[in-house]
Nanobody
Framework: QVQLVESGGGLVQSGGSLRVSCAAS????????MGWYRQAPGKQRELVAV???????NYTESVKGRFTTSRDIAKNTVYLQMNRLKPEDTAVYYC????????????WGQGTQVTVSS
């Protein structure tokens, strides 16, 4: 069965960088469109970045200019590069992806913790 497996989270100091990965495992899945979400303790999950099927990207105002999402087609993996991190970026980050096959359900990753100190 297909799963989205996230990795790359961790602890970083303010001003540092991290790259979070979201890889599709199993057969029969190819990224069509996707989004990155994050959820901090006690707060509602928010949309951080989107990559529609046309290859464009869009970011929420608070991360614009610091975060970049991209895709490696050969590895069937999407990435969220996070630079100049701030303590307010601390959250669990989730990927959400739609399959190119519209008969299959969209999937959520399991989430990965990003903690920015100071």
């Amino acid at each position: 069965q297909v799963q989205l497996v996230e990795s790359g989270g961790g602890l970083v100091q303010s001003g540092g960088s991290l790259r979070v990965s979201c890889a599709a495992s199993g057969s029969g899945f190819r990224f069509y469109a996707m989004g990155w979400y994050r959820q901090a303790p006690g707060k509602q999950r928010e949309l951080v970045a989107v990559m529609p099927s046309d290859g464009s990207t869009n970011y929420t105002e608070s991360v614009k200019g610091r975060f970049t999402t991209s895709r490696d087609i050969a590895k069937n993996t999407v990435y969220l590069q996070m630079n100049r991190l701030k303590p307010e970026d601390t959250a669990v980050y989730y990927c959400y992806a739609r399959d190119y096959n519209p008969t299959r359900p969209s999937l959520w990753g399991q989430g990965t913790q990003v903690t920015v100190s100071s």
